[in-house]
């Protein structure tokens, strides 16, 4: 009886219920995965509305459709950097051995390696700062560009 008393007192948080739920559906043994139909069912004993559940869903999708993008964005950034890198690394090299090979001293080479350097170590934090006002600006820049660049070849493919 005093098992009983304390399962009826107990009280749990919206986000400790929430994660007790989450859990308690991963052990399904149906492979951690749960159909629409059964979504719905499991809303609807724990007394969600079909409209509620509906909303959320929505919600869910096109918060992984962004979580997606950002993504395909982070990945984009990191090409863009690591080309930058290999860049510097060819140019730079050439660089130092013309200086070195020119004078056997290593002068006006370094000021350009030290400064180009500078920039790429700016550019490389920005690419891995992946939070903050910045990078939704750049994020929605990048996503408008996609956006255009494939309405431009839909408009071409279509004439």
Do not use: C, P
């Amino acid at each position: 009886m005093q098992a009983n008393e304390s399962q009826i007192t107990q009280i749990y948080s919206s986000e400790d219920a929430q994660s007790i739920l989450q859990l308690a559906i991963a052990r399904r043994e149906e492979a951690g995965e749960l159909s629409r139909v059964q979504l719905f069912e499991i809303a609807a004993e724990l007394g969600i509305s079909e409209q509620d559940i509906v909303l959320a869903e929505q919600q869910w999708l096109a918060n992984r459709g962004e979580f997606q993008e950002k993504l395909a964005f982070n990945s984009y950034r990191r090409g863009r950097l690591r080309k930058n890198l290999i860049k510097y690394g060819i140019v730079n090299t050439f660089l130092v051995l013309l200086n070195f090979a020119g004078s056997h001293e290593l002068s006006w080479s370094l000021f350009i390696l030290l400064t180009w350097g500078l920039g790429l170590s700016l550019n490389a934090w920005n690419v891995y700062q992946t939070e903050g006002e910045e990078y939704e600006q750049a994020f929605s820049r990048w996503r408008l560009k996609n956006k255009l660049e494939s309405l431009w070849v839909l408009l071409q493919t279509s004439l």
